[in-house]
């Protein structure tokens, strides 16, 4: 799936005047994953929304192969795929349109059938035509999964995805992590839960 | 290249028609912004039309200043603005097609109901086309410049009154030469040259505005 390494050099981030981390440097090759752990405020977040290329660090560079992360050929958004702490789902549109519209907003031609099967398999079949409104906390985290599933980007950027979920579907997205490392596909994740990933796994502690 | 674009349109559209009550208020608001004037200065008809031009610009100033607000900070709350910054197109676009449909829903409305409230205002047939063509080419500029201030004042306390002190002076060309046009008009001369102008700057606005907009959007979300 991705034929490029992700490399971070030298990374270093403040919040305020406090130094959150100095010199993260770490390259993920194809099919790999980085575990960010760390206690509360280290700094997590502020890593990922910096590999993301949504904040710059105050040293260091992110690159996508040799490209800086800002200046990647079609954009940042190309390469990796974010979910943050937020499910960035319009409350007034269905789960299906939401989606709908997040692939189109990517450039893709999302199929209807994908979709549907897509939130099926995360346990929201009769779900589908209800305004996301309606649905509760763990309900909108799975179709911001359901999103972040169906756009093919090499890299995903996770950030404490089994948040608000059951256990059920906490294994339904520890195969679809494996089978996106399979097809050579890079992650970062943070979580504080230990899921046993099957894979080429690494760790990243912070503070 | 342009599915992005028409998905990003299409979905403001439909958030905007599933809460109509949004835009309406807009339009109520200029409604009764203009009713409320021959109210307090007395119903003599030369006097307020010769008032109605200023009236009916500042109005629908006014009316698009309260609509602002919501512009980006929906988006920026539920964290699809976010996501926008990672969709694989330039960022000037897309902010350019939200402004297109903000000026679908807020200022369009106020050039289709602007005839009607020229009439209360005693203004004659060829002065209200000419209000309408100068609200026509005003209005997206008023989206436009708008759309700065609405990014820079995203995640604010107090946003909305933030982006009036900041937005209402710039907002002081577009009136002057949109009222200038139909007072022109008014008094027996040609209104092209204001309407000229006003297309001129809409042109310029068109083009600088997005992608100001853009690195303020980048700035408030770093």
């Given at each position: 799936m991705a034929d490029r390494e992700f490399r971070a050099v030298a990374l270093a981030a403040e919040r305020g005047d406090r130094r959150l981390f100095d010199d993260i440097d770490f390259t993920l090759s194809p099919g790999q994953l980085l575990q960010v752990s760390g206690r509360n405020g280290c700094g997590k977040t502020s890593l990922l929304r910096i590999l993301s290329g949504l904040s710059r660090p105050v040293a260091g560079q992110v690159y996508w192969g040799d490209e800086p992360i800002q200046s990647v050929d079609g954009g940042t958004g190309s390469c990796l795929g974010y979910l943050g702490h937020q499910n960035a789902l319009k409350e007034d549109l269905t789960a299906e349109e939401n989606i709908l519209i997040a692939g189109g907003l990517g450039g893709g031609r999302p199929d209807r059938e994908d979709v549907?099967?897509?939130?099926?398999?995360?346990?929201?079949?009769?779900y589908e035509d209800l305004p996301v409104r309606y649905l509760s906390q763990g309900q909108k985290r799975r179709v911001a999964l359901a999103r972040l599933l169906l756009q093919p980007r090499p890299l995903l950027i996770l950030d404490e995805p089994y948040a608000a979920l059951d256990v059920q579907v906490i294994e339904v997205l520890r195969s679809a992590i494996e089978a996106h490392l399979a097809r050579k596909g890079m992650i970062v994740i943070t979580t504080h839960q230990a899921v046993d990933i099957d894979g080429d796994c690494h760790n990243l502690r912070l503070g | 290249m342009f599915r992005p674009l028409l998905a990003l349109l299409r979905r403001d559209l439909t958030l905007a028609l599933r809460r109509p009550q949004d835009a309406l208020t807009v339009v109520g608001f200029f409604v009764v912004v203009v009713a409320l004037f021959p109210l307090g200065i007395g119903p003599d008809p030369e006097f307020l039309r010769s008032l109605a031009p200023g009236v009916l610009w500042v109005a629908a100033l006014l009316a698009v200043m309260l609509s602002l607000e919501r512009l980006f900070s929906d988006d920026y709350r539920d964290g699809t603005l976010e996501q926008m910054l990672l969709v694989p197109e330039p960022l000037g676009l897309l902010v350019l097609t939200k402004i297109f449909a903000h000026w679908l829903i807020t200022g369009l409305p106020l050039v289709l109901i602007s005839p009607l409230l020229a009439v209360q205002l005693n203004l004659r047939p060829e002065e209200i086309l000419i209000l309408m063509a100068a609200l026509l080419?005003?209005?997206p500029i008023l989206s436009l410049i708008g759309a700065i201030g609405a990014a820079l004042t995203l995640g604010l306390r107090g946003g909305g009154v933030l982006i009036a002190l900041l937005i209402l002076p710039l907002y002081a060309?577009?009136?002057?030469?949109?009222?200038?046009?139909?007072?022109?008009v008014m008094h027996g001369a040609s209104a092209q040259a204001h309407l000229s102008l006003l297309g001129a700057m809409m042109v310029f606005a068109l083009f600088a505005t997005p992608w100001a907009t853009a690195a303020a959007v980048r700035i408030m979300l770093d």
């Open positions: 549907l099967a897509m939130l099926a398999s995360l346990g929201l079949a009769g | 080419l005003g209005t060309p577009p009136l002057i030469l949109g009222a200038g046009a139909v007072d022109a």
